[in-house]
């Protein structure tokens, strides 16, 4: 049986870290980055234009201009399509993995075995994880911090009709202050009741 669970995460709540040991302890795919480079494939785009408008939201001035009517694709648009293409691929090529965030848990709604989670923690944790494992040299952690949480939200909001922080948008919705393993361990048991067995 496959499975696909799906994280969303607020800046510097350690989700990347989640998913990853998430994926490692379940020997299952692990999509991040990784999945930037299967869509460059997949979809013919250059990896570089990929990542340069990866989870960006349209500015209104994108479309300024443009005639009414207009059949017109931005690159954020193209390039976020071209992502929800693939995810939709990986679902129905029946392989088990964990993806991280571009609205995964939105364009895989209606798959039978999806578990999507909300990965959260106080923001001193935040500050702290940000600041020990992130370059924030000469900048203020907290607005670094709410900024990138604002354009999350702003992405997800946007291509999906849905609230990112919204606790009913997922199924689980986990304070990962309780440390990366015991995240993990959390989630496991969480998806063994969802799934019955993995």
């Given at each position: 049986m496959s499975y696909i669970i799906t994280i969303s995460r607020q800046y510097g709540s350690g989700g990347h870290y989640i998913g990853q040991e998430l994926a490692k302890k379940l020997n299952i795919g692990f999509y991040d980055n990784k999945?930037?480079?299967?869509?460059?494939?997949d979809s013919g785009l250059c990896i570089d234009f990929i990542k340069s408008n990866d989870e960006k939201k349209d500015s209104i001035f994108s479309f300024l201009?443009?005639?009414?009517?207009?059949?017109?694709l931005t690159a954020s648009q193209r390039?976020?399509?071209?992502?929800?293409?693939?995810?939709e691929k990986i679902a129905q090529s029946g392989e088990s993995c964990v993806i991280i965030g571009r609205?995964?848990?939105y364009v895989l709604r209606?798959?039978?075995?999806?578990?999507?989670?909300?990965?959260?923690?106080?923001?001193?944790?935040?500050?702290?994880?940000?600041?020990t494992?992130?370059?924030?040299?000469?900048?203020?952690p907290e607005d670094v911090i709410k900024k990138i949480d604002k354009k999350r939200a702003n992405y997800y909001n946007y291509f999906t009709n849905r609230s990112w922080s919204s606790a009913e948008t997922y199924d689980l919705c986990l304070n990962s202050s309780i440390g990366i393993?015991?995240?993990?361990?959390?989630?496991i048991e969480y998806a063994k009741i969802r799934?019955?067995?993995?």
């Open positions: 999945l930037l480079e299967k869509v460059a494939a201009g443009l005639p009414e009517g207009t059949n017109y390039v976020s399509l071209a992502q929800f293409e693939t995810i609205c995964a848990d209606n798959y039978k075995n999806l578990i999507s989670i909300f990965i959260y923690a106080p923001i001193e944790e935040r500050v702290k994880r940000a600041t494992y992130y370059d924030l040299q000469g900048k203020k393993e015991k995240s993990v361990d959390v989630i799934l019955g067995k993995l």
